[in-house]
């Protein structure tokens, strides 16, 4: 009973379990698939239904309220309010497309969808910064492991909806309500800050024994994924698949028990309490410093005093530096270039004539291959970081350089073209994420993590807006309104506002290539400015402070 009770209330159960909640925490990736429902059920054009994305990106991304929450509440409040965000928004936007209330107006629905997606920032907020203050020599990979569970999150979710409810836009909505709200109120008191204790093995091998298990359960979702495009599949087969996939998720469970289980043993071997060791108290020169500082201006403070890269900057030094404004002007070109094309990516499939199932197909690619770009930015980065000091604000440019490609791919359409940038786009787009939480929590430190990684993808959504509601949805409905005026039509002729063929974003994304490519330049002057950083040793003093006790939240 002891070793349950030890193995449930420890830190890689609660990597486990965060694992399953970053695995629901991807609803916002399949807004491709269901965007379709939304568009037809209320009569949209595509403006306003870009309008209704980019209220999507902008809960998704805007995670400064679940930062500050964060910092004042224990981790089981901020994962609750999440869950009930979640359900609250994504529920009443499938009462509304199945007609069950009287139809919203649009600002109703700009609403419940801000709201579902920012329970996203909730489950990061909650799963991601409480795993990186258990694990802060290993974030690099097991920030690529989260967020690339985030990722796999939509093929995931498109597997369950297939066997629960067969092929239904309309019911993923309602799934991707009330699942990822239940995985938060299930693992509610688990996920929390616990000790930091010196392993007995490498931490690192662990990581990629969690990282072969991810790897066989993305190459299973793909395979399925070609398969059902190729074969008609039964009720049965889709319950099978979905069975399968339930049990890869759970497969690394067996692997915390294990690591719990080996804690457990060497700490009744040494004879150590099960509970906390000795704490180490620093906290006299913290005050003393705090003095020191508090006679400072907030100007010097602010601008002048800022600490060493790598230190605790407080949340308006780091607001206010030139490294987080550079990192800003990246993050706005490439994930608001990456945000709009996977928004758009359902309709880009119809305007080239593909049928809803291979449109299907484009978004669970998509969401594969945003997994493999999630992975391979935490675990080769913090390698080629470890092995050869690797800058990862280098790898940073050239993910920005990769997405180019795709996004000229859907620019410049050939047949099987939107298959590849489908795969370019979602490598790359996972790619940043961890890439950026990774560079903010290595240059400003962890003491305000919470709130920086939180403020500095605010970006995000401010280029979606700009790319995606007055770029690219005004040129999609100028071509579709060209091809009406061609038949002797008008806009009142009909209900959804809908362009066939290759011109219908070509302008808009040759644009999105264009300011990308300007992203991927600008992050050159960050790779330039912390050069000398990564040279050094970053992790030293995490290494020093391993028997530090932080403080449980429970």
Known sequence: MNLALHVVRGRWFSLFASFLIMAGAGATYLFGVYSKEIKASLGYDQTTLNLLGFFKDLGANFGVLSGLIAEV?????????????????????WLAVTGRIATPRVWHMCLYICIGANSQNFANTGALVTSVRNFPESRGSMIGLL???????????????LAVYGNDSKALILLIAWLPAALSVLFVYTIRELKVIRQTTDELKIFYQFLYVSILLALFIMAMTILQKL????????????TVVCAALFLPLLIAIREESRTWRD?????EPITAPPQITIQNPVKEEEKSTAKASFFTHTFLNKPERGEDYTILQAL???DMIVLFVATFCGLGSSLTAVDNLGQIGESLGYPQKTINTFVSLLSI?????????GFVSESLLTKYKFPRTLMMTLVLLLSCIGLLLIAFPFPGSVYAASVIIGF??????????AIISELFGLKYYSTLFNCGQLASPLGSYVLNVKVTG?????????ELGKKGLSRSATKELICIGARCYRSAFVILASVTFFGAVSSLILVARTREFYRGDIYKKFRAETEITTTASS
């Open 73 to 93: 509440t224990p981790t089981w409040f901020v994962l609750l309010v999440g869950s009930a965000m979640n359900f609250t928004g994504y529920f009443m936007i």
């Open 147 to 161: 967020k690339g569970f985030t990722g796999l999150s939509g093929a995931i979710l498109t597997q369950l909806y």
């Open 231 to 242: 074969v008609p599949f039964s009720a049965a087969a889709y319950a099978g698949s979905a």
């Open 267 to 271: 700490q009744i071997q040494k004879k």
């Open 320 to 322: 206010l530096s030139t």
């Open 369 to 377: 291959w945003n997994y493999f770009g999630r992975i391979f930015a």
């Open 428 to 437: 790359s787009f996972g790619a940043q994420l961890p890439l950026i939480f």
């Open 474 to 482: 005004p040129l999609y409905d100028r071509e579709a309104l060209r």
